[in-house]
């Protein structure tokens, strides 16, 4: 027997189930005459969140404010892997830093829909680039002696009825779809805890869904760690307790009542559930807690807002900004000559990291655009800012007289002021200004979690104003800040230049500041497809979206999710999948297959820099309609370099629906710089 079983051996009924449910919001119960500490978990995903007591929601941390980083959409437009892992070891710092166990994060569910509330915490529409992200980033989490927690498992996509929606799916997109992200975390990144999700999934809660947490997560892909379920997620004690779920967590305070508790304690001294199943579980925590050196003296300690995890944030915010429109080169703008600048928008001069719900964050400053572009200025510009409209403001509850719960209920909401002057008074501006630069968007009062969107339509009349600030001043730039698309339709056409920045963290507004004016060549690429209009989605144009009276939802769409669906159907997005401009220009050549071996096709093809500046280029491989391999590297201006790419038998596979295939014969391969933008076309003969 080894330490773990024989530590098991040791332990009473009792303390064997303390220790896989809460016994506070965040944390386990320890068994401390064995020396069995308790765990300690904290979202997640973009930094450590504040102490709470233990108990209540309620905030009781006097150091605990860390590093903001960059959202998950802003995290997988940076296309980095090497950024991935960077901010993994940042947040894992700061978890252990804080004294965690556990971060829960990243979240990593599909964007099937741009309405989702969190789809800011998440990554993409394509299972390909969550995977090359998500498996970095737990990595570098995990080297701090802190677990990370891939959520929420599994096709959690929408929060509309997220508490009981049940997610109808065929296998193919099950697979092809939904889960590779999950398994990479498990069998790459080797996840010490994955969290189940909310929904449910083939009718049956995910946290008590056997398919998932035993078939797939344990016996198909070899997970060895901890279930966790999501806080609330789990609804009865025999069904999960005899499914893999390991810990069961909640927000209320009632820590006994929990399936987990007492109720399991009845159910396995009355033989309902068998102890051995309470022992596999125990089992799991405490090989857990060895992972995490919780047992040895020289666990590793972490550190929290620190420099360099500032400079970390800094380096992944800078890649993540996307250009995505830049008609006549109108930026970057000439930081040395610029004498005045109007900035326009409630987003210049919004926080964003404090509210959003369970990724909240609390957080020492967080540069906002505004303070970003005029901290770079300086003394030689006047820089003027208009707000332009009217968004809501917003109190935090006062801790010691309000208890809060996790859905958002921390905050005051205080409803826009009428806001005809602010807008009269932009337009004006804009028109005695040559250089204007608009930052709207959304914010975390629709980037949220409980609540969807109901449209992608701008909030605050956004369009009308950048309609009229257009007309008076057509060289308008437009930064759109926000964690999904936003129909841009009215005006896209018409704005020259068009940036976007996902939430990207305590210095997103230094990043943009230098990708305004020209200190930085911007390298984000769109991790998901903006249409020109919601009904070009899958999932709203056959109307499932968000699930019928019968409370199901059905996936009808099936593997044809973001730019699948666009490509089957020939719709044109207003921009593609992998889209990102940058203020160089890149071109590929020399498509190759250059050698078979066992080791797969290998295909080869040159990029160059023909433009006039430094730059990072993406270069993107699709195998037929999938994305599959890609690359990011610097390319400094007049040079060129050839990229290898070898594809195995899982690039060419797809699933049957019982089984992956990877039909023998020739594959067509599309290299490009996004997903409609190809400049290379050829075959592999997969043999
Ligand atoms: C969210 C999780 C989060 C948990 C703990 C839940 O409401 O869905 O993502 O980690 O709360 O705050």
């Not at 960077?86 to 569910?109: C, T, W, Y």
């Not at 305070?253 to 579980?281: H, M, T």
Request: charged share 25%; with cysteine; glycine share 10%.
């Amino acid at each position: 027997m080894n330490k773990i079983e024989i530590l098991l051996t040791r332990l009473t009924l009792e303390e064997k189930i303390g220790m896989i449910h809460g016994a506070g919001i965040f944390e386990t119960a320890g068994v401390p005459r064995l020396g069995i500490p308790p765990l300690k978990f904290s979202d997640g995903p973009m930094g450590v969140r504040n102490e709470f007591m233990r108990d209540r929601w309620v905030p009781c941390g006097k150091n605990d404010a860390i590093t903001y980083l960059p959202s998950g959409g802003a995290l997988a437009a940076t296309w980095n892997v090497e950024l991935a892992y960077k901010q993994g070891q940042v947040l894992g710092a700061e978890a252990r830093g804080r004294g965690k166990d556990v971060i829960l994060g990243p979240g990593i569910n599909i964007k099937r829909t741009p309405l989702c509330g969190r789809n800011f915490e998440y990554m993409s529409e394509d299972p390909h680039l969550i995977a090359q992200i998500t498996a970095p980033l737990i990595r570098g989490i995990q080297e701090s002696d802190v677990a990370a927690c891939v959520k929420h498992f599994a096709v959690n996509n929408q929060e509309t009825k997220r508490m009981t929606i049940d997610v109808k799916i065929d296998e193919k997109a099950l697979r092809e779809i939904y889960l590779p992200g999950f398994e990479a975390a498990v069998k790459e990144g080797k996840t010490h805890t994955v969290m189940c999700a909310y929904n449910k999934f083939r009718g049956h809660y995910a946290g008590h869904s056997t398919e998932l947490l035993d078939r797939i997560l344990r016996d198909e892909w070899g997970f060895e760690g901890a279930v966790v379920s999501d806080w609330g997620a789990v609804h009865d004690t025999e069904e999960a307790a005899k499914a893999g779920m390991d810990i069961e967590m909640s927000y209320t305070s009632d820590f006994d009542d929990y399936y987990f508790a007492k109720p399991l304690l009845a159910a396995v001294c009355d033989g309902r559930v068998s102890e051995a199943d309470i022992d596999k579980k125990v089992l799991n925590v405490l090989r857990l807690m060895e992972k995490l050196n919780m047992f040895s003296g020289n666990r590793k300690r972490g550190c929290y807002n620190i420099p360099e995890h500032r400079k970390a944030a800094y380096n992944v915010a800078a890649e993540s900004i996307i250009l995505l429109k830049n008609e006549g080169n109108l930026l970057p703008l000439n930081a040395e000559k610029l004498k005045k600048l109007l900035i326009v928008g409630d987003n210049a001069a919004r926080f964003h990291a404090e509210i959003g719900g369970s990724a909240e964050l609390k957080v020492l400053y967080e540069i906002h655009p505004l303070l970003g572009i005029s901290g770079r200025l300086g003394g030689n510009c006047e820089v003027t800012y208009a707000r332009g409209y009217a968004a809501e403001t917003y109190e935090l509850f006062d801790p010691n007289t309000h208890d809060i719960s996790p859905e958002l209920n921390n905050v005051i909401i205080y409803p826009p002021k009428p806001d005809e002057d602010l807008r009269e008074e932009a337009i004006k501006l804009a028109g005695e200004h040559e250089n204007v630069i608009f930052i709207g968007g959304l914010n975390h009062l629709q980037d949220r979690e409980c609540f969807d969107r109901e449209d992608m339509i701008l909030p605050y009349r956004q369009d009308e104003l950048i309609e009229r600030l257009l007309a008076v001043n057509p060289n308008m730039i437009i930064v759109m800040h926000a964690g999904s698309p936003v129909d841009m339709s009215r005006w896209a056409n018409r704005a020259k230049a068009i940036m976007w920045s996902y939430y990207a963290g305590c210095e997103g507004g230094h990043a943009l500041a230098d990708v305004l004016l020209g200190g930085l060549n911007p390298s984000g690429h769109l991790p998901e497809t903006f249409a020109v209009k919601l009904t070009d989605y899958a999932a709203h144009s056959i109307g499932e979206f968000p699930g019928g009276e019968d409370g199901k939802v059905r996936y009808l769409e099936g593997d044809k999710v973001g730019y699948r669906h666009f490509d089957a159907a020939d719709i044109e997005p207003l921009f593609p999948f992998g889209h990102g401009l940058s203020y160089t220009q890149f071109e590929l050549s020399e498509f190759k297959v250059y050698k078979y071996d066992i080791f797969g096709s290998h295909i080869s093809c040159k990029v160059e820099n023909i433009g006039n500046c430094d730059g990072k280029v993406t270069v993107q491989l699709y195998v037929g309609e999938n994305l599959r391999v890609f690359k990011k590297i610097t390319l400094s201006y007049g040079k060129q370099e050839t990229l290898k790419f070898t594809l195995t038998p899982a690039h060419f596979a797809h699933h049957d629906g019982e089984k992956w295939v990877a039909p023998l014969g020739k594959h067509e391969i599309r290299i490009g710089f996004s997903s409609r933008d190809i400049r290379l076309k050829g075959t592999v003969n997969y043999e």
